[in-house]
């Protein structure tokens, strides 16, 4: 059996026996050698025959090609690999497995694994100790949204790992009862299975348990796959053992990704649909990366198991160093810069590649460094693989929304087929749960990249794709190959804002007219998504829409040098693979999740019922223009989305638990016309003052404000709002206030003339005396020109104001 797709398999499933042997451990089970990991491997194999044979694989070479691969154990020669496919799988477990040395103590079952965060040092500071995660937990079994937060009493143990086998079991019960099922569906379907079931388990128990068991299959995995592919598959052992370039790690990335998503000019122009536009063009420059690294990968005879790590917008493939991947790279980057050029060349390809050893898996940051500097030279030479006579355009009326394609016809307001494009997807955004990649027959629309086309679905597709992402974490397989990638974000519809305000649809319509937000156009029914001006009139107080531009502070610094330390570099492949997925998972699933489904994190962010019933009715409000990777972007009604800033920073500090890992970002308030360039402008500006004054900080009302003192600030803007309500405290008090605070704060004064506004400031406040002197004597610590309610004073009361008042 030397089929690459077999082998890959194998590499798959070779340490899954772990899993069984936790569960039972202590337990020698009736028909077993022994109760090693690797029995378990064989053990597990040889139950679920039906499946492998099903898909073409042999069950006995599985068993022994899986199970074989630990080469250096002659006490148990039974384990050790003796034929060529056994080798690759054990050489692609040794590359995998840099990270495991020393002997640990504890019983295997009772180890949890510890939180990828907590092995960085950035700044001088490391992250939380004694942390571990829990695999079954209040959330389920398994990695589901709100799961990967870590704790001091993580819920392990023989009981826990049983859950995960019945679980595994139910999983490869369906996916053997799969309508039709191919190699590669089994291949990652099963990947799919164990990513539900091992994300949360660790692979190592014995040294530092921080790296996932699902992390580790998977690198061993692609490597062995990569390995086969690169010997032709038919090696010899001694070829196999024989070091040298034998892969390549390739680098992908888009340049322009924002100006591309930001130019718009719809607002301006006056052309309809912005709101879904830019949620399409959002999903496709996503999509255009995801399709560049697949259609590689797939012209190679790999699958989406090699793409090693996305982090930063740019994708990692290992690739076999083969004349026919070195000639599919090439082809690839001619293929996607001619593309670029067609769409306007506002989004560039970037692709570059470097040669891989297997003993550079020992030293991967000087081989990811190498990739770097191939990928920034690459950069500084955009669209080189065209030829002159390709870089030619010819000139036409530009499109009225883009103003970078040529429009479909030569009349003012027209647009370009792209635009027309992105406004159809749009629309189907809200009722779609998957995208579908195909090389041909995609249904309309879809996203014509090279070589394959991308298309929105529910539920399914009439056609089957070549592969699937699921836009939600259901990880259950049904034969088809898929991958769970929830890059279609949430648009938020009239059902929402029904929900919100607890309207019909006749209800919704009378208000809609009455506030002049009727488009005829657009009509009304439950699943439109709501423009800019609905989502800014469905806020609390003035009809301002709000927009959130947040990072992830110190990541590149994480994964350049957060593993790295004077005794020994910890950088390996796996880790950075866990790192990697782990950030992509909170930016992409657990930001949807409390959008769509708030009260999940109630019992995590302590709300209370009432608090958990508003949130639920207001966050689905939020509009994501992009989340994934280490930032998001979100527009919506201005109060929703400022309490949503503050509940995502918290849950962001639970999920690392590491001192220096912050978010920095801005939000502001934008009237709903505004034009979506400007707001991105102002956003980025915003956000650069936030990190310029330390980082860890909101950039709001004027003021970047450190996240911990939020809660204080809320208090004293609950308190300012009950006064205003009560007029204990009148608008014209508050507005003297914030003139004060300008004048304290101008430039220009020195340290005595700054004191001035205390006597101004008290002699204010007699007016609130003259009501109610308790009120009074709290609002006496602005006196205090060093206390955090007067140095942010412009936030609370503003944040009162707007809320108080409609436009």
Not at 281 to 301: K, P
Not at 500 to 512: F, M, S, T, V
Not at 547 to 559: S, V, Y
């Amino acid at each position: 059996m030397r089929n690459a797709l077999s082998v890959a398999l194998a590499a798959l499933v070779h340490d899954v026996g772990k899993l069984y042997s936790r569960a039972h451990w202590g337990e020698h089970p009736e028909g077993m050698p022994d109760r090693t990991h690797t029995a378990h491997t064989a053990r597990f194999v040889l139950r679920h025959a039906p499946l492998w044979e099903r898909a073409g694989v042999g069950t006995s070479w599985l068993a022994q090609t899986a199970s074989r691969h630990h080469e250096g154990r002659r006490d148990r020669p039974l384990y050790q690999p003796k034929t060529p496919e056994e080798w690759c799988v054990a050489l692609a477990d040794t590359y995998a497995s840099q990270e495991r040395e020393g002997e640990g103590s504890g019983t295997p079952s009772e180890v949890a694994l510890k939180p990828i965060f907590s092995r960085l040092r950035l700044q001088g500071k490391e992250g939380e100790e004694d942390l571990g995660l829990s695999p079954v937990h209040g959330q389920g079994t398994g990695l589901t949204p709100g799961s990967p937060y870590p704790s001091r009493t993580p819920n392990t143990g023989k009981d826990v790992y049983r859950r995960l086998v019945e679980r595994l079991e139910e999983r490869l019960k369906g996916l053997v009862q799969a309508p039709a099922l191919s190699p590669e569906g089994l291949l990652l379907g099963l990947a799919a299975a164990l990513q539900e079931t091992l994300s949360l388990v660790p692979a190592d128990t014995q040294s530092e348990p921080d790296v996932s068991l699902y992390d580790h299959l998977r690198l061993t995995a692609a490597i062995a796959h990569a390995l086969w592919l690169y010997h032709g598959g038919n090696p010899s052992v001694e070829a196999l053992r024989q070091d040298g370039e034998k892969f390549l790690l390739a680098v992908g990335d888009m340049g322009g990704i924002q100006g591309h998503i930001y130019r718009i000019a719809g607002a301006e122009t006056g052309v309809g649909g912005i709101a879904k536009r830019l949620r399409a063009r959002s999903l496709e420059v996503s999509l255009a990366g995801e399709a560049m690294a697949l259609g590689l990968l797939f012209r190679v005879g790999l699958t989406p198991l090699n793409r090693i790590l996305g982090a930063g917008g740019k994708f990692y493939l290992l690739l076999p160093n083969t004349p026919e991947a070195q000639k599919a790279l090439a082809e690839a980057r001619g293929a996607w810069e001619k593309w670029a050029l067609e769409n306007g060349a506002s989004l560039l390809p970037y692709l570059a590649w470097v040669p891989l050893k297997g003993e550079d898996f020992r030293r991967f940051p000087a081989a990811l460094q190498r990739a770097h500097r191939a990928l920034a030279e690459a950069k500084l030479r955009p669209l080189s693989a065209l030829t002159p006579t390709e870089a030619v355009r010819e000139a036409l009326r530009p499109c009225a929304a883009c103003g970078l394609r040529p429009a479909r016809k030569d009349e003012p307001g027209s647009l370009c087929l792209g635009c027309e494009r992105e406004r159809e997807l749009g629309g189907l955004l809200p009722r779609s749960d998957r995208v579908g990649f195909f090389p041909d027959g995609a249904p309309k629309p879809f996203l014509p990249f090279p070589p394959l086309k991308a298309a929105l679905g529910q539920g399914g597709f009439g056609a089957p794709p070549h592969h699937t992402y699921r836009a939600r974490a259901d990880f259950a397989p049904d034969g088809a190959p898929f991958e769970v990638k929830p890059l279609l974000g949430h648009l938020p519809t009239v059902g929402h804002a029904l929900r919100a305000k607890g309207w019909n649809l006749e209800e919704y319509g009378k208000w809609a007219r009455e506030e002049g937000l009727w488009d005829e156009e657009e009509g009304l029914t439950k699943d439109r998504p709501l423009t800019f001006s609905e989502l800014a009139h469905l806020s609390q107080g003035v009809p301002y829409l709000g927009g959130l531009l947040l990072d992830a502070d110190r990541m590149g610094e994480a994964f350049a040098t957060g593993f790295r330390r004077e005794e020994k570099d910890l950088a390996t492949p796996s880790r950075i693979a866990a790192l990697s997925r782990a950030l992509e998972w909170f930016f992409s699933v657990e930001v949807l999740e409390l959008i769509q489904n708030p009260s999940r994190y109630g019992g995590l962010l302590g709300w209370n019922d009432l608090e958990a019933q508003r949130k639920a009715e207001r966050y689905p409000l939020l509009y994501s223009v992009y989340s994934g990777g280490d930032d998001l972007f979100l527009l919506g009604p201005w109060d929703a989305l400022l309490d949503f800033a503050l509940d995502l920073e918290r849950l962001y500090r639970l999920y690392t638990r590491h001192p220096a890992l912050t978010l920095s970002g801005a939000f502001l308030l934008f009237p709903p016309k505004t034009p979506v360039p400007q707001m991105a402008q102002a956003l980025q500006a915003a956000e650069k003052r936030a990190k310029g004054e330390g980082r860890g900080r909101l950039f709001l009302f004027g003021l970047a404000v450190p996240w911990e003192e939020f809660p204080a600030l809320r208090a004293w803007q609950e308190g300012l709002r009950r006064y205003l309500q009560g007029e204990r405290v009148s608008k014209a008090q508050a507005y003297r206030w914030l003139s004060l605070w300008q004048r304290f704060m101008a430039a220009d004064l020195d340290e005595g003339e700054r004191m001035a506004y205390k006597p101004l400031l008290a002699y204010a406040l007699r007016r609130v005396r003259e009501k109610d002197e308790e009120t009074w004597k709290g609002y006496l610590k602005l006196l205090d020109h060093m206390d955090p309610a007067w140095r942010y004073l412009p936030v609370w009361v503003q944040w009162a104001l707007y809320l108080e008042r409609r436009a």
